[in-house]
């Protein structure tokens, strides 16, 4: 898949083996997994900076991207899209370093992705999910024209806790035009 544009100071691009040490350092924090699902671990070791660089954890080839500041990969950007009759939809998920957190950064990057990646897969429903006690990130999904859809109550067990999960969607007008 190829690479969306530059959005603001922030450059999107495929992730690369020689991302190891910057994803180590902005991936290995308990405040930056807190929010993220169990495929974001705490602890984040080298171990799991390999696997995921390799494509063990997602698949790297489609819509999944580092987020380059100042020639550092420091979060991620990407989709899950759906197949068969749900091919017109997905899932997006995205982290950032806590060194960049405050500065508006992942509400202009989802901004400016969300209608890249809708038009390049060709999607009518952007989705995402955001755990309860992660309100910046749903700040950032209802700036950049997300809708709250409902609360999926106790559906994640993370850490020995069981969260409630915020559900929001983007849409684009179905039939094309209208």
């Known amino acids: 898949m190829r690479e969306p544009p ?5 450059r999107l691009r495929h992730w690369r083996a020689d991302d190891l040490e910057s994803l180590l350092r902005h991936a290995d ?24 660089l390799s494509g063990q954890v997602l698949d790297l080839s489609g819509p999944v991207f580092a987020l380059e500041i100042d020639g550092e990969a420091c979060g991620g950007i990407g989709v899950q899209q759906g197949s068969g009759e749900r091919r017109h939809g997905a899932t997006l998920g995205y982290w950032l370093g806590r060194r960049h957190w405050g500065q508006g950064i992942m509400t202009t990057v989802v901004d400016g992705f969300a209608p890249w990646v809708m ?11 955001v755990m309860t006690g992660n309100p910046a990130s749903a ?7 997300f809708i709250e859809e409902g609360l999926e109550r106790q559906a994640v067990f993370k850490d020995g806790v069981l969260h409630d999960m915020r559900c929001f969607a983007r849409l684009r007008a179905w039939p094309p035009g209208s």
């Open 139 to 145: 700040r950032v999904l209802l700036k950049t024209g």
């Open 6 to 10: 530059a959005i603001g100071a922030v």
């Open 29 to 52: 924090d308990a405040a930056v997994s807190r929010g993220l699902g169990t495929r974001f671990p705490y602890p984040y070791t080298r171990a799991d900076g390999e696997a995921f």
């Open 119 to 129: 038009d390049e897969l060709g999607l009518y429903r952007l989705a995402a999910q």
